[in-house]
């Protein structure tokens, strides 16, 4: 296998795990949050449920952003396109945006929601400010999601 093929894959390896461990994370600072409050009143599984799911679309936009990386290099049927050094490493690039926003705000955002979390313990009806707040972190992710699509399509093989 020819090292611009290598960087492509490491690229879109990149985006999946680093923003699959941002959402691992988050999801997990937030859900022990939600387990204490439950602990104590069970019926509040519903409210926290949206808190606690919240910080699992980075590992999403990971896998999406991976998912076109092996669109574009054929990998699902046909041959798999030639790729030299140049191209590779402009694809191993192309993915970093999702992969560093999405660790880094897969991990600020679960702890937005665990936030959240004991905010709803103590006023539950208000529900919808904490998913604004934790929603606001997820914008970050958004817009590096946008740029790594940008950017690998921009990519010519």
């Known amino acids: 296998m020819e090292m611009g093929l290598v960087l492509a894959f490491s690229g879109a390896a990149a985006a999946a795990?680093?923003?699959?461990i941002g959402s691992a994370i988050g999801v997990g600072l937030a859900g022990q949050a939600a387990?204490?409050?439950?602990?104590?009143?069970?019926?509040?599984?519903g409210s926290l449920l949206l808190l606690v799911a919240l910080p699992g679309t980075q590992g999403i936009y990971g896998f999406l952003s991976a998912f076109l990386v092996i669109l574009?290099?054929?990998?699902?049927?046909?041959?798999?396109?030639?790729?030299?050094?140049?191209q590779g490493w402009?694809?191993?690039v192309a993915c970093l945006p999702i992969?560093?926003?999405?660790?880094?705000?897969?991990?600020?955002?679960?702890k937005v929601c665990a936030s959240g979390v004991y905010m709803v313990a103590k006023q539950p009806k208000e529900m919808t400010k904490p998913l604004i707040l934790g929603a606001l972190v997820e914008t970050y992710a958004v817009l590096g999601l946008l740029i790594t699509i940008l950017l690998l399509n921009g990519i010519k093989l």
């Open 17 to 20: 795990i680093l923003a699959g």
């Open 35 to 45: 387990s204490g409050v439950m602990s104590e009143d069970p019926e509040k599984f």
């Open 72 to 86: 574009k290099l054929g990998v699902t049927g046909g041959p798999i396109a030639e790729v030299n050094l140049h």
């Open 90 to 92: 402009q694809i191993f």
């Open 99 to 110: 992969a560093l926003a999405g660790l880094i705000s897969g991990i600020h955002q679960g």
